[in-house]
């Protein structure tokens, strides 16, 4: 299997293969098995790889497979090659896992949609391409999964391609994720001119060595992380994420909670030696996060649509992790990511199934009282709600306060360090506020929808509450692989060690325990000032409670349910410019060059019916054509 | 010679049994049966390219790489060209069906002549003697001829066939010419003798004159300007599918002969030649572009856009190195394969009883055959040259050789003119995706699907994979760039 590692992405690419040439004939279970088939393939495979990776390798080697030389032209070239080691086996068993459990709760979501065999081909090409992208052994073959995956989530944000919504929220996402993209390509062109090389290991290498400018080195961070923050959706560019809820729930959680916008995360991890060269490029990083994990706490408390709470926090989380790849601790991190992917997959898949029994309503204040009608997903929402609010021993608890941790004992910026740890325990705040909110609107209170949906109310098939069941369960427990030392064993640390080597005069972090004994405490508590806050406000009184924040405080409240209104000021001061300005190239300017063309053309066209008059159809002047050309010939060599 | 020498020429002995044998099949009262033709000329075509492949084998192990007082040889260039010419007869082949059951000519007798020419093909480029590649060359020319009028009771294909013959004719005397006056002044037909004798010479009128002469007749063969203009004529009035053969094998056979020639033979003299062929490349492409864009006839505009593509095989064989040998090679091969392709497209339009000849022919395809015209683009974009299609890979070798050699300017020239012939290309496209209209119906029989999806996946393929072809032109071109480098040594 090493030395196969290609197996693994073309399994799902199969699959897509099949859906998508042969799916529209084919029947709806053909079309499931194919999908699952080939997800399933993907995951077999991989865990097959990472056990006998694990035999191999003991100290968290890199194993390289390289498939082919893409080119190689003077001195750049680059191989088409997958590499294997702990970071993309973390990766590969989050990815392919959750994304078969995603496959397998689709076929019950999807099942009376049109276009069934359409969106398991794209689901199959996701999976594809997202494997390319953290088995890629250079950054610009996982560059190539990283356009893939932008490129389905595209097709799969406008799988409803007949509301306009949808067809929008999808270019909003491809355009915005264009700008990152932008940032990702300058970053490589700056590896190939300088570093010679866009492969993961001679980059590290290289930018060790000696003679390598600090600028430079910050200026590819950054433009990295200009990449990472439009795929993992950070400020700047995060306003992409939440119009990105128009697709199918189950796309949310695999796509836009638990697997692609953490590409950004991965990214950076993967560059940690660049990024530790440079700490101002990690300030940026954990700076970005920590105003992105609060303002987006901020918005989801005042968000109604079931979904769009989630995309906030989805947003908010993805800033944790930055923080922590940001302060330096990489492993706290991927951990984060790993730990978000159970939980906000479970998260989402809950509302998808919350949606599935309301028929299709997605907003909260239309909710209420579901406990006791759906047990299964109201169980299990809830597991995954107190593992994101920060509970221990929940998941989400250990891999924030591992984070969080980090920031406060920081040693590339202490101060600022202690900023970014303030920040971020007053977005858990939030958070723990924002989904206890979501979580009693829902599921507490009266029912206030209408009589029909009531009608209606039913739990999921098994095909969607057995994912649910799973996934709550590893949000439960997920977090025992990354206990904080005070306790024993960092599994997670100690596996992820090996790709984090340590670099002549860069101190790494290392946490003292009481900071680390403090920081749960503080966690804690902060956890169960949210939990108590969002009960006190919404488990009896439901909506009443906004109502009369609305009243008290109009305009904030307007502000945060408007989300700060940052759409619009793009609108005018990014997007109403640039169409001024196209327009004024287009019909100014485009219209002198057309002229131009237009006379040239008109020059060979004129030229070319010159030529036709020596095609007079007569064998005679042709002959006659002929020997004056050999004349010539013999003139000029004369 | 002994009979293990026979060797040497197996497939083209089987060929030439085997197309005799077509040729006596409905003396025997097969005259009904004219489906099985084709399968026996597949079948035929299929054991000489095995024997090929046997012959080459048992040649590796030999001392003496030609044979036949030194006029034969079988080495990895001939083999390359071998290949590729039987691959574009068969396709050829596979393209003819349709066209012989509504023409009721027998088919016996077509694919015989097709079998002759491809003998033709694969015996002038195992030629390493003027003579043997001249026999091999008329062998070819006298079959195109015939073919070329196979449309006996239409007026344009017999008008073809004349102007063919009588300009063939002409062209041959020529070459005669040349070849005589080459052997007057070296004493020697045989291209490793007249490299030897012509190291040592300084100049001489006599032999520039004769190279002048064998050029002139090669560039007929090829259709460069000058000596192109029987080409437009030609190629509109045979039958659509010899049109296909004569802008595809039988050109990339005259490409073959033509580096074989100036690279083992003449590149002692290549500062006097060189200028004279870069004349003719610069005029070739630039009339075949410009004449090509104001044509509505397709099998026109196709016959000035394979005098260009003329003009850009040229370069490789101007340049004299091993980007250029390799380009020669690279390029005939994405050449024949685009060509293919989109005469089989071309084949599956019919509008009566002639194949879609117009581009208005080609109005709204999109809507009727989606996947076709998909691959009409394809074939179009590898002819422009642009990536990640085959054309693409060709061109870069061919250009970088140019330019490698010194002959910057000519690959400006090629590069702009590359870009006029989008203009023309990019026509046909305009006219598949945004025109409306069906004045031609799509008829494709599952023949043609083959050919042009074949053509599509190799065309593709290269494109995006193009490693193992340069590797194997590398290698196929090795032995020809030896010779020419190392007498080239001294300079």
Not at chain 1, 116 to 124: D, M
Not at chain 1, 227 to 248: F, T
Request: hydrophobic share 55%.
């Amino acid at each position: 299997m090493l030395n196969n590692l290609w197996l693994i992405p073309i399994a799902p690419f199969v699959g897509f293969l099949i859906n998508g040439f042969f799916g529209k004939r084919a029947g709806k279970t053909f079309v499931t098995a194919v999908a699952w088939l080939g997800s399933f393939a993907a995951a077999a495979l991989g865990t097959l790889a990472a056990f006998e990776y694990a035999g191999q390798y003991h100290h968290g080697e890199r194993h390289l497979n390289v498939i082919y030389n893409w080119f190689s032209s003077g001195n750049i070239g680059a191989d088409i090659a997958f590499q294997l080691d702990p970071l993309s086996i973390v990766m590969l068993m989050v990815v392919t896992w959750v994304g078969f459990l995603i496959h397998v709760y689709s076929a019950g979501y999807m099942a009376h949609e049109e276009g069934y065999w359409r969106y398991f081909a794209y689901l199959n090409l996701f999976l594809a391409a997202m494997l390319i992208l953290i088995l890629g052994s250079s950054y610009l073959f996982m560059f190539v999964g990283w356009e893939g995956v932008g490129l389905c989530s595209y097709l799969l944000i406008g799988f409803y391609y007949d509301r306009d919504f949808a067809a929008a929220a999808g270019k909003k996402a491809f355009i915005v994720n264009r700008i990152g993209d932008f940032g990702f390509l300058i970053a490589m062109f700056l590896m190939f001119a300088y570093l010679g090389s866009v492969d993961f290991a001679q980059v590290s290498q290289r930018a060790m060595g000696s003679g390598i400018d600090g600028g430079l080195i910050t200026a590819i961070c950054l433009f990295l992380f200009l990449g990472a923050a439009g795929k993992s959706a950070q400020i700047p560019l995060y306003v992409w994420l939440p119009d990105a809820m128009a697709g199918p729930t189950p796309v949310s959680a695999l796509i836009h909670a638990a697997t692609m916008v953490t590409a950004g995360v991965y990214m950076v991890a993967r560059t940690n030696v660049l990024y530790r060269l440079s700490p101002t490029a990690m300030a940026v990083v954990a700076t970005v996060g920590a105003l992105t994990a609060l303002f987006a706490a901020t918005i989801g408390v005042r968000q109604n649509d079931i979904k769009k709470v989630l995309a906030y926090s989805t947003v908010s989380q993805l800033g944790f992790m930055f923080i922590g790849v940001g302060v330096g601790a990489f492993s706290a991190g991927v951990f984060h990511l790993v730990t978000h992917a159970f939980f906000k997959a479970c998260l989402f898949l809950g509302a998808g199934s919350v949606i599935h029994a309301m028929s299709g309503e997605q907003d909260i204040r239309k909710m209420g009282g579901l406990w006791k009608k759906i047990p299964i997903t109201a169980w299990t929402f809830l597991i995954a709600t107190i593992a994101i609010a920060g509970f221990p021993p929940f998941a989400g608890f250990f891999s924030k306060d591992e984070i969080l941790a980090s920031a406060f004992s920081t040693p590339y910026f202490p101060g600022l360090g202690k900023l970014i740890y303030v920040l971020g325990t007053i977005a858990a705040l939030f958070t723990a506020f924002y989904m206890f909110r979501l979580f009693y609107l829902t599921f507490f209170g009266k029912f206030r929808g209408t009589h029909e949906q009531e009608h209606h109310l039913h739990e999921s098939p098994a095909t969607m509450t057995i994912p649910l069941i799973v996934l709550a369960a590893l949000s439960a427990i997920g977090g025992l692989i990354g206990i904080p030392h005070v306790f024993g064993h960092n599994w997670l640390a100690e596996w992820l060690h090996p790709i984090i080597p340590p670099l002549p005069g860069v101190h790494d972090l290392h946490i003292p325990a009481n900071v680390e004994w403090a920081v749960m405490i503080v966690s804690t508590l902060v956890a169960a000032i949210g939990l108590f806050a969002a009960m006190r406000l919404y488990r009896d009184r439901g909506v009443a409670a906004d109502e009369a924040f609305e009243r008290r405080s109009p305009g904030l409240a307007r502000t945060l349910e408007n989300k700060y209104y940052v759409d619009e000021i793009y609108g005018r001061t990014v997007v109403t410019p640039l169409e001024v300005g196209s327009r004024f190239l287009w019909k100014v300017v485009d219209s002198v060059i057309d002229g131009i063309a237009a006379m040239l053309g008109f020059f060979v066209r004129g030229f070319g019916d010159l030529l036709r008059f020596f095609q007079t159809g007569n064998v005679r002047n042709y002959a006659l054509m002929f020997f004056i050309g050999v004349v010539v010939f013999m003139w000029v060599l004369r | 010679m002994t009979w293990s020498d026979t060797v040497f020429l197996l497939p083209e002995i089987i060929l030439t049994l085997g197309a005799s044998a077509l040729l006596f099949v409905p003396l025997i009262g097969e005259r009904g049966a004219g489906r099985s033709a084709k399968w026996w000329t597949l079948v035929i075509l299929g054991i000489t390219a095995a024997s090929v492949i046997v012959s080459s084998n048992a040649v590796v192990g030999m001392t003496q790489t030609a044979t036949f007082a030194a006029m034969f040889a079988l080495d990895s260039f001939a083999i390359f060209f071998k290949l590729l010419f039987l691959f574009a007869i068969a396709m050829v082949v596979l393209m003819s069906e349709d066209f012989l059951r509504e023409s009721r000519y027998s088919p016996w007798e077509y694919y015989s002549l097709l079998a002759f020419a491809l003998c033709g093909m694969m015996f002038m480029v195992s030629g390493v003697h003027l003579i043997s590649i001249y026999v091999g060359l008329e062998l070819m020319s006298l079959s195109s001829y015939i073919l070329a009028g196979y449309y006996k009771n239409e007026q344009k294909s017999t008008e073809a066939a004349m102007k063919y013959f009588i300009l063939g004719a002409v062209s041959s005397a020529i070459l005669l010419y040349g070849i005589s006056l080459i052997y007057g002044v070296c004493g020697s037909l045989n291209l490793a003798d007249i490299d030897r004798a012509m190291s040592t010479m300084i100049t001489n009128d006599a032999l520039m004159v004769g190279i002048m002469l064998l050029g002139a007749g090669l560039c007929f063969k090829i259709a460069a300007v000058p000596f192109h203009v029987w080409t437009p004529d030609v190629y509109e009035g045979a039958p659509t599918p010899i049109t296909a053969f004569l802008s595809t094998a039988s050109k990339a056979a005259a490409f073959s002969i033509f580096a074989r020639i100036f690279y083992s033979g003449l590149h002692h003299f290549q500062l006097d030649w060189s200028s004279v062929l870069a004349t003719v490349s610069a005029l070739s492409m630039i009339v075949g572009n410009l004449a090509a864009i104001t044509q509505n006839n397709l099998k026109r505009m196709l016959a000035y856009s394979s005098i260009a593509h003329a003009g850009y095989a040229l370069l490789g064989i101007i340049s004299l190195n091993a980007m250029g040998i390799r380009g020669v090679l690279l390029y005939t091969l994405v050449y024949v394969l685009a060509n293919l392709g989109i005469w089989a497209v071309i084949l599956m339009l019919r509008r009566h009883e002639y194949a879609g000849e117009q581009v208005d022919d080609f109005d709204g395809l999109y809507r009727r055959a989606p996947f076709w015209a998909f691959a009409m683009v394809v074939f179009l974009l590898s002819l422009g040259g642009i990536p990640p299609t085959a054309g693409f890979i060709g061109k870069y070798f061919l250009f970088a050789a140019a330019v490698q050699s010194g002959f910057g300017w000519l690959a400006i020239i090629a590069v702009l003119m590359s870009a006029v012939s989008m203009f023309y290309y990019l026509r046909i496209v305009v006219a598949m995706y945004l025109k409306e209209g069906a004045a031609a119906e799509v008829s494709a029989s599952g023949s043609l699907r083959f050919v042009a999806a074949v053509c599509l996946a190799a065309t593709l393929f290269l494109g995006v994979l193009p490693r193992p072809l340069i590797d194997q032109v590398t290698y196929s071109s090795r032995r020809l760039l030896v010779r020419a480098l190392q007498a080239d040594g001294g300079r």
